[in-house]
């Protein structure tokens, strides 16, 4: 059944909700994990989306991430400020505020964000800034402007966090250089894995992470970037196989700087959704010691979001 999207909203044609009913992972999580990205959508008529969003989703609230985390075996969630809701950060700070410490979040700000309204945002849990570049999602922000927020954030010890296409990475290669905080990339730069894993666009990428040690990787969204298939669907217990060997690269060269999520309600994917249990069970193919496992779902995200603990 089509799952709604409240608050007088349409969703986008063709729009598909996130899989309801997820298997229960058959690779133990270690305890601890973090599921490093995922978002938070609404729902529109508490937290309606913001004018200038290039889709608009069914809602996903944040009771029906944590029940996910909890299905899944999560500890902990880094919820990421979805483009859908623009700077208006009001749905993720209440999710990290309802969290009870147990969700950390990125948002995404404008130049004009006063002091204030960062100390208010590091209060509930914000840890990040989201820096997006893909234009299908947002439009373009000047990079001084956001050298300006990199700059303003680095004094409350936060990081930036960037999306951006493969092809667009030698054009970005000397503003990411230039910033002076720790650069998350999601989705591993979206890498086109009917290349070969160490052909030269894929290589491009490992030699900016090797060249830059303030820069970390989310080894996520197998099921955005495989062309291959087959889908984590009924059962499949080898899904995304295109994808495996460029997340498991980045894992084993940066076992230090590696972060991972189910990407939950992963938005804008066209042919299918997956279910997020069978979604986890690909982490044993990109990390297949207890070793890398630790790092990447415990150690790495721990470090980042809750030095502290
Ligand atoms: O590829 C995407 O469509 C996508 C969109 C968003 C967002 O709208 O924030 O976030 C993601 O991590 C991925």
Redesign the pocket.
Known sequence: MSKPVSGGFTKTPGWLDWYTGPSKPSFQLPPGAVDA?C?VFGPGAQFPYAPER??TPCDASKEQLFALRDHLGFARNVI?????HGADNRALVDACLASGGRARGVATVRRSVSDAELQALHAAGVRGV?F?F?K??VDFTPKEELLEIAQRIQALGWHVVV?FEAADLPELWDFFSALPTPVVV??MGRPDVSQPVDGPGFELFLKFMRQHPHVWCKVS?PE?LSLAGPPALDGQAAPYRDVRPFARRVVEQFPERVLWGT?WPH??LKDHMPDDGLLVDFIAHIAPTPELQRKLLVDNPMRLYWPDE
């Open positions: 990205h978002h290039k889709y990421v400020q979805a483009t859908c989201r997006n893909v299908r999602l999306y999601d989705h969204c955005r990407d938005p804008n």
